[in-house]
């Protein structure tokens, strides 16, 4: 069975129009407050037609590349380039070859930023589970960007090899490393740390070993923290928790409010406008599955 670990299409809403940005910003001499920034990010996350951002990002991942080749150490660079990576392949990419070579840039990026602010962490990625975990107590709220960013790009590279045992068995320190974000700082990307162990705890039914109540309050909490503004919480709720369960009411209502929403929300407006187009998919298929 494949193991899928969570899409990343938050990250192409929020994190790719904000690397844009970035990418923006950095050839413009890296003047964080240019008016030139401002809009671009501003217009991009409010951007009600995800073509035009899939349409124009590979623009963007080349110019990040340059930028880095130029500024190797530079970690807000590095972690640009790695949700610019993950987001693009993930939520505009099919072809799994293709999808494998994006992740792996993303990784790679991603872990460079780490191995540059926190090296005893970085030291510890192939060591026993709980030499890892060690690693990640001492950490304080201000680590929380880059650990974050870190563990979404695992992630993604497990999720683009779901067939390969090697990769799979990463999964439990991606769910340790998120787990530390949550405690640091839950609310970190309207609730991103919830998503995440709501998704890895309802990979399976509860009689393999899965923790679907568990899920279901992670993604209760997600809801909670966006205040319902982001439909994707919504969304992966309806699409790892309802359906493991077999609630059908539950997963339809989630669903049928997406729908019904308004998608436009400072800076979630082309987040909202992906997730109902995957409420609309999961309940057109409904019958079939339920």
Known sequence: MRYVLPPMWRSAAVSL???LAVA???ALGRTAATPFAE????VLLNQTDPSIVRDGAP?????IDGLIEGAPDDTELLLAGSSMYGAYGSAFVADPVRQQRLSQRSFDYARRALCVELPDVCAALGEPFDAFVATLAPLETDDVPVLYAFGRAWAGWIQ???DDWGAIAEVPKVEALMGRVLELDESYEDGGPHLYLGVLFTQ????LGGQPEAGRQHFERAVALSEGRDLMAKVLFARYYARLVFDRPLHDQLLDEVVAADPAAPRLTLSNTLAQDEARQLLADADDYF
């Open 39 to 42: 809009n671009l990010y501003e």
């Open 160 to 162: 683009s090899r779901g």
């Open 17 to 19: 129009p904000l690397l």
């Open 24 to 26: 923006g910003c950095a």
């Open 59 to 63: 623009a963007y991942l080349l110019a």
């Open 204 to 207: 399976r039914p509860a009689s």
